[in-house]
């Protein structure tokens, strides 16, 4: 395997795992404020998406989104971690990678920012992870239901601003590290 493609695989692979720890991490104080809305979620989740738009964001492959939610839809599995969804947990991690992929295909122009594209992107992640976990779990309806998707969309446009710094600091470091092992690739030919 080219070490190009074996780094982008690693980059991938790392920004799933820190997506779910993340979540983990994140869901007590989510809870504190969820709670107080009488809503189920929608604060951590934006969070661990998040790891997933920088990664796309970075690595620019299409169908990036979709891999990376069925790499952490099934960790989610393996891990035990799979919240209220149970078996259909994966589903919850999917629909968002087809969110980011979707954003990222329509936003191929480059008059469109990195920061507009990840607060997009990011947002509307968050918004299908609700949606899909309101028709799997929750069957909320009405004024909770709008509270609960403007509180994803909100949680995930922020979170998305916040992406774009990270990834900002880190697209220098990945382009070095491609041009170094490009470098070495034709030096060997």
Not at 87 to 100: D, K, N, Q, R, T
Request: aromatic content about 8%.
């Amino acid at each position: 395997m080219k070490k190009q493609r074996l780094f982008t695989l690693n980059v991938m692979a790392l920004c799933c795992l820190m997506g779910l720890l993340t979540k983990k991490l994140m869901n007590p104080l989510a809870n504190v404020i969820t709670e107080s809305l009488h809503i189920p979620g929608g604060i951590s989740t934006g969070f661990s998406i998040m790891f997933l738009i920088i990664a796309a964001e970075l690595i620019q492959t299409p169908r990036c989104g979709v891999m990376m939610g069925t790499v952490q839809g099934l960790l989610a599995l393996i891990m035990g971690r799979v919240g209220s969804m149970g078996l259909f947990s994966p589903i919850g991690y999917i629909m968002p990678g087809l969110a980011i992929d979707l954003v990222y295909y329509l936003c191929r122009s480059p008059l469109i920012s990195r920061t507009d594209r990840m607060v997009l992107a990011n947002g509307l992640a968050a918004v299908t992870a609700s949606l899909t976990a309101n028709l799997i779990v929750f069957h909320l309806q009405g004024v909770v239901l709008w509270l609960y998707l403007c509180v994803s969309a909100t949680c995930g446009s922020l979170y998305g601003f916040l992406g774009s710094t990270i990834a900002a600091r880190l697209g220098s470091v990945y382009g070095q590290y491609q041009n170094k092992v490009r470098s070495k690739t034709c030096e060997n030919i």
